[in-house]
């Protein structure tokens, strides 16, 4: 399968600064998403983004799929920002049905200091 | 839309006891699947389905059984609870191949 490695594992910021989270992952993917872990447990989806770049607010993500990283970018940090931010890909599953699985990396925790 | 919604929040179980987890959604989605999150071990697929009475293995399914009796829901079964089921259970949604998958709050199992 895919392997995901997600830096930097532990990230502790001021509010108010900008952070870069990494993601590399070892084969071509079609499927690339980026979640927030908020501290109550929940998945939120950030970004559905397997190749390009996307924006929304203080967020943003790129994907260089010939290189395989991506990178999610958060600027003017606020404490509701602190949670893990996982990185996932689509991994094929060997089937009947086909398919894929998303494969995520073990996570960048945040955490933001008022 | 309620989205992805998971049945109970949270559980104890003794071992050897059994419990259906339901996953419900709302936005007409063909596949569901259903994840565990362990420490440190990130989201790892338990069963999926692609339609309406489909169900397929993932990479930890052992233990679990799964049935899509309607499109909405996806139940995930374990028939006799072990104290390596102790987990945060994830379900998710999706239009199909390689779209965006939408989680559920998940459901905290622990198993005694």
């Known amino acids: 399968g895919i392997q995901v490695e997600q830096s930097p594992p532990d990230l502790i910021l001021q509010e108010g600064a900008n952070s870069t989270l990494r993601c590399n992952f070892s084969?071509?993917?079609?499927?690339l998403q980026w979640f927030h872990q908020n501290p109550w447990g929940q998945l939120i989806n950030l970004f559905y983004?397997?190749?390009g770049t996307k924006q929304n607010g203080r967020l943003s993500a790129t994907t260089v799929a010939t290189e395989r990283y991506s990178l999610l970018y958060i600027s003017s940090s606020q404490t509701t920002d602190s949670g893990v931010y996982f990185c996932?890909?689509?991994?094929?599953?060997?089937?009947?049905?086909?398919?894929?699985?998303?494969?995520f990396g073990t996570g960048t925790r945040l955490t933001i200091i008022p | 839309n309620a989205g992805v919604t998971q049945t109970p929040k949270f559980r104890v179980l003794k071992t050897g006891q059994s419990m259906t987890l339901l996953c419900a959604q709302d936005?007409?989605?063909?596949?569901m699947y259903w994840y565990r999150q362990d420490p440190g071990m990130g989201l790892r697929l338990i069963h999926y389905?692609?339609?309406?009475?489909?169900?397929a293995k993932g990479e930890v399914p052992d233990g679990y059984n799964v049935s899509r009796l309607k499109k909405q829901n996806f139940l995930l079964g374990l028939e006799s609870a072990a104290p390596s089921q102790t987990s945060v259970y994830f379900c998710?949604?999706?239009?199909?191949?390689?779209?965006?998958?939408?989680f559920g709050p998940g459901t905290r199992l622990l198993v005694l």
């Open positions: 983004i397997p190749s």
């Open positions: 084969d071509s993917v079609n499927n």
């Open positions: 936005m007409n989605h063909e596949y």
């Open positions: 998710a949604s999706s239009w199909g191949y390689q779209e965006t998958q939408y």
């Open positions: 389905s692609v339609g309406e009475g489909t169900t």
């Open positions: 996932a890909v689509g991994d094929p599953i060997i089937s009947n049905f086909g398919n894929e699985k998303l494969t």
